[in-house]
Nanobody, 114 residues
Framework: QVQLVESGGGLVQPGGSLRLSCAAS????????MVWYRQALGQERRLVAI???????NYADSVKGRFTISRDNAKSTAYLQMNSLKAEDTAVYYC????????WGQGTQVTVSS
């Protein structure tokens, strides 16, 4: 069973930046596409960004040009660099492989507010 641990969230003002990390246990990390999802209060979980095992990336329209997903296979860690944050980015952020098939972690709360 792979465990996923998200970290790096917090409270930030509009226009600010945060870098989220997703640490994955196990030796399969490098073989899998990785994805970040987010879930705002009262809403369903939605895909934010994906990075393939080969390093190709894709983003939800709402975050294109502001967020960057990356990965470090040596550390079994995926990252989400979030710039120019907006209030509507407020959510709990989760990572998983893609398609998601492992238990979701606790997520990391991102709050964008002045």
């Amino acid at each position: 069973q792979v465990q996923l641990v998200e970290s790096g969230g917090g409270l930030v003002q509009p226009g600010g930046s945060l870098r989220l990390s997703c640490a994955a246990s196990g030796s399969i990390f490098s073989l899998n596409d990785m994805v970040w999802y987010r879930q705002a209060l009262g809403q369903e979980r939605r895909l934010v960004a994906i990075i393939t095992a080969g390093g190709s990336t894709n983003y939800a329209d709402s975050v294109k040009g502001r967020f960057t997903i990356s990965r470090d296979n040596a550390k079994s860690t995926a990252y989400l660099q979030m710039n120019s944050l907006k209030a509507e980015d407020t959510a709990v952020y989760y990572c998983n492989v893609y398609p998601p098939r492992f238990d979701w972690g606790q997520g990391t709360q991102v709050t964008v507010s002045s």
